[in-house]
């Protein structure tokens, strides 16, 4: 099965600075690239995405890099605020017959200090 | 903005005994999914569900496991004979679309607690 792994595991970061958060993923079938946000005690919800046939997607301080040959795929949030705190997971996907089956990574604690 | 909902959103149950957990998707969703979270740890795949059947299933996933869609709104998991090591936040997701255009949607999650 696919392998996902997130580098760092915890990230301390001053406000104002960037973060970025590595993931790494085994199934080269993998086409679908999501970064999941997770304040604690809640849901995961979707920040940014992107697909196999794009290298890199931008919304606002939040970016997404994506290098299919190397297999990994980056978050990048610049400007950071403190409600930018949470667990990030990033969830490769692929296409196929697994109708959308999220492999999550083990989670960055990002920390962001006023 | 439809949501995904979930119910209840927090079960306490005896070891052995069956629970039920539901989920409402949203209402043009034709996909929908399954995810645990124990404490601390990773969400992980549970099962996938399109057209009235299981798509896929982990190995989390087995006998003691069943889903669902009793009617046009609700989606469930049964869980039989539960253990203590059930004991994690189950999410239920849905999207409109199987891969690779797979948005997926989280439900704000059953706590579930075995004792």
């Known amino acids: 099965g696919e392998n996902v792994e997130q580098h760092p595991s915890t990230l301390s970061v001053q406000e104002g600075d960037s973060a970025v958060i590595k993931c790494t993923y085994s199934?080269?079938?993998?086409?679908?690239f999501p970064w999941y946000k997770q304040e604690l005690g809640k849901r995961p919800q979707l920040i940014i995405d992107?697909?196999?046939?794009?290298g890199e997607k931008k919304d606002q301080r939040i970016a997404v890099t994506l290098n299919k040959t190397a297999k990994h795929f980056s978050l990048h949030i610049t400007e950071t605020q403190p409600e930018d705190s949470a667990v990030y997971f990033c969830?490769?996907?692929?296409?196929?017959?697994?109708?959308?089956?999220?492999?999550f990574g083990q989670g960055t604690i990002l920390t962001v200090h006023p | 903005e439809p949501e995904v909902t979930q119910t209840p959103s927090h079960q306490v149950t005896q070891m052995g005994q069956e629970v039920i957990l539901r989920c409402v998707p949203i209402?043009?969703?034709?996909?929908f999914y399954w995810y645990r979270q124990i404490l601390g740890q990773k969400v992980e795949f549970l099962v996938s569900?399109?057209?009235?059947?299981?798509?896929?299933k982990s190995e989390i996933f087995d006998d003691q496991f069943s889903v669902e869609r009793p009617d046009g709104s609700n989606f469930t998991l049964k869980i039989r004979s539960t253990k203590l090591e059930d004991s994690a936040m189950y999410f239920c997701?849905?999207?409109?679309?199987?891969?690779?255009?797979?948005?997926?949607?989280f439900g704000p999650g059953t706590r579930l607690t075995v004792t």
């Open positions: 997701a849905s999207s409109e679309q199987g891969s690779p255009s797979n948005e997926q949607y």
């Open positions: 199934d080269s079938a993998s086409n679908y």
């Open positions: 992107i697909r196999s046939n794009v």
């Open positions: 969830a490769p996907s692929r296409g196929g017959t697994s109708y959308g089956k999220l492999t």
């Open positions: 209402s043009n969703h034709l996909y």
């Open positions: 569900f399109y057209n009235n059947e299981i798509s896929e």
